[in-house]
Each structure stands twice: as structure tokens, then as C-alpha cells.
């Protein structure tokens, strides 16, 4: 039987998501929350990824899969191996929208869908060593979801990222930054 566990830093959240059915119950004690977990998925900023790492590995049971959805998983994988105990693993999820919401506006909770990932595709990436049975539980994950599992290793995963997500957002910086400070912007930003 799947139970799924819910947590967030603010309470607000963890009720909205329930109300939305996005999980069974919620367990705002970060450490409860993972203990008795078989798959942890971690959805936060990269920045935020390496210290809740250290905070629930101390709880993690024998076996438990951790996975993220951050779009850089180099680093992830590295802090994985260094903070999560023997016998936890680590594979990196980079999920992808499913194209009927690309144009859809909004974020968080209030652009939530139950089939947002439907017949899209995930890259899944598994630090070499990484046994069978945890890049499986973590297709699995993927295929409930109904979306397609894309298996690549963890550099082949960071460079499809850079170049269809973060490039473009890069290359968009730029040009916003080589335009806005010229003569002639004003009229140019009413085109």
C-alpha cells in the first residue's frame, strides 16, 4: 500500500496540499515525515537540498531511495554520497511538464494538477554503484505518475538541463541585460 507523506516549512502549505489531495496525511516534524519512507522525493531550491540532506539522514531507514527534482544533480549526487548512511540511495529526478501545461500560468499550489506530468518525460540519473532495485523504485515513482522514465547518468542529465533550461535563461539574461541600459529602449520596449 502507497502513503503518501507530506511536509513543507509552513503549515499553510501542507494543509492547502492535502485539502488538494496531493497526499494522504502530512507529518510537519521533517524527521517523522521520512522515517518510515521507502522514497523520500525532495522538491526544493538547490540551495536548500544539502542541508535538508544532513537533516533527515539520521532517519532514513535501511534501503530508502532518495530522490530530487533540482535541475543539477553533480552536486546533489556528490552530497548524497557524503551525508546519506549506508545503505540509502540517491537518484535524481529532472521532471518535465507535460506540454498541455506549458502555457498555463501560475505556480505552487495554485497551478497544481493531478495529471501535470502526464505523458511527459523524466530524466532519471543514478550515481554509478547505485543498485537496480532503487533506480527501479524510482522509475516506478515516475511511471505512477503516468509519465515516461528516461534513464541517463547523472553529466549526460546535467548537460541535456543546460542546454533546454538553463541556456535559454541565460541567453535571455543577456540579451534583457545588453538592452535595457541602451539609448532607444524606451521606444523600444513599447514593440
Given at each position: 500500500k502507497i502513503v503518501r507523506v507530506g511536509h513543507d516549512k509552513e503549515v499553510g502549505v501542507e494543509n492547502s496540499a492535502l485539502k488538494k489531495g496531493a497526499m494522504d496525511k502530512t507529518e510537519h516534524n521533517l524527521p517523522r515525515a521520512v522515517q518510515d519512507a521507502k522514497l523520500v522525493v525532495l522538491s526544493l531550491p538547490i540551495g536548500e537540498i544539502r542541508e535538508t540532506l544532513q537533516f533527515i539522514a539520521p532517519d532514513l531507514q535501511d534501503?530508502?531511495?532518495?530522490?530530487?527534482?533540482?535541475?543539477?544533480?553533480?552536486?546533489?549526487?556528490?552530497?548524497?554520497?557524503?551525508?546519506?548512511?549506508?545503505?540509502?540511495?540517491?537518484?535524481?529526478?529532472?521532471?518535465?511538464?507535460?506540454?498541455?501545461?506549458?502555457?498555463?500560468?501560475?505556480?505552487?499550489?495554485?497551478?497544481?494538477?493531478?495529471?501535470?506530468?502526464?505523458?511527459?518525460?523524466f530524466l532519471v540519473s543514478a550515481p554509478s554503484g547505485t543498485p537496480g532495485e532503487a533506480v527501479q523504485l524510482a522509475s516506478d515513482f515516475v511511471s505512477l505518475l503516468e509519465a515516461t522514465p528516461m534513464?541517463?547518468?547523472?553529466?549526460?542529465?546535467?548537460?541535456?538541463?543546460?542546454?533546454?533550461?538553463?541556456?535559454?535563461?541565460?541567453?535571455?539574461?543577456?540579451?534583457?541585460?545588453?538592452?535595457?541600459?541602451?539609448?532607444?529602449w524606451k521606444d523600444s520596449r513599447k514593440i
Open positions: 534501503g530508502t531511495v532518495v530522490v530530487d527534482t533540482s535541475p543539477v544533480k553533480s552536486d546533489v549526487a556528490k552530497w548524497a554520497k557524503e551525508i546519506l548512511p549506508e545503505g540509502c540511495y540517491y537518484v535524481g529526478l529532472m521532471p518535465a511538464i507535460a506540454a498541455e501545461f506549458l502555457q498555463q500560468k501560475g505556480s505552487g499550489l495554485d497551478a497544481a494538477q493531478a495529471d501535470l506530468f502526464a505523458r511527459s518525460i534513464l541517463t547518468d547523472i553529466l549526460e542529465s546535467d548537460g541535456i538541463v543546460a542546454s533546454v533550461h538553463l541556456l535559454p535563461q541565460l541567453i535571455s539574461a543577456a540579451l534583457l541585460n545588453a538592452t535595457v541600459d541602451q539609448p532607444g
